[in-house]
T-cell receptor, first 113, second 119 residues
């Protein structure tokens, strides 16, 4: 079993829809949770990071962490065609020498105009 | 623009050859990470350096090696290249070496990647 599981998609939605992207994880040691966006043939860019359980909002994006369920989500409101990309979750744990930074395999999102 | 630079952008070479990929981290970042991303694969962590020293190793083949120089730029050397080595190679950098310091210190920022094609 992978430490981080992410539905690969693709996920197609109409413009203006609310998008929900999810990751589950198995290692309860993970402390920090990140979402990256990767456009085709580009490097991943950091969208959001969170530490504790709960919600964090940034514009149209909301990151949600449920540590008890080992489940994280990224919500995109009023989705735009420019949001079409692959979204990768990432999480980290540990201290120097035991540090882990694990990425999900990514979910491909297509927002249709 | 993340502030991480990678050269070259594209590289086409033949099987059996050796290539060197270069990465310059963001100003102030001491850690450099190398990743491989194939068409059907997610990001595969290869290796991490912190302030010139190797810190962590992932799924890096013995034919691959890396180093980080005193000016903190890093090079990834790929030798005896095979068709299956064709991929996007990303470099990322962070302030800290991993563990402690909070999310911002350890968050990784990615370069634009080098696309390697082995024919």
């Amino acid at each position: 079993q992978k430490e981080v599981e992410q539905d690969p998609g693709p996920l197609s939605v109409p413009e203006g829809a609310i998008v929900s992207l999810n990751c589950t994880y198995s290692n309860s040691a993970f402390q920090y949770f990140m979402w990256y966006r990767q456009y085709s043939r580009k490097g991943p860019e950091l969208l959001m990071y969170t530490y504790s359980s709960g919600n964090k909002e940034d514009g149209r994006f909301t990151a949600q962490v449920d540590k008890s369920s080992k489940y994280i989500s990224l919500f995109i409101r009023d989705s735009q065609p420019s949001d079409s990309a692959t979204y990768l979750c990432a999480m980290s744990a540990g201290t120097s020498g035991t540090y882990k930074y694990i990425f999900g395999t990514g979910t491909r999102l297509k927002v249709l105009a | 623009d993340s502030g991480v630079t990678q050269t070259p952008k594209h590289l086409i070479t033949a099987t059996g050859q050796r290539v060197t990929l270069r990465c310059s981290p963001r100003s102030g970042d001491l850690s450099v990470y190398w990743y491989q991303q194939s068409l059907d694969q997610g990001l595969q962590f290869l290796i991490q350096y912190y302030n010139g020293e190797e810190r962590a190793k992932g799924n890096i083949l013995e034919r691959f090696s890396a180093q980080q120089f005193p000016d903190l730029h890093s090079e990834l050397n790929l030798s005896s290249l095979e068709l299956g080595d064709s991929a996007l190679y990303f470099c990322a950098s962070s302030v800290a070496e991993g563990g402690g310091g909070g999310a911002l210190w350890n968050t990784q920022y990615f370069g634009p990647g080098t696309r390697l094609t082995v024919l």
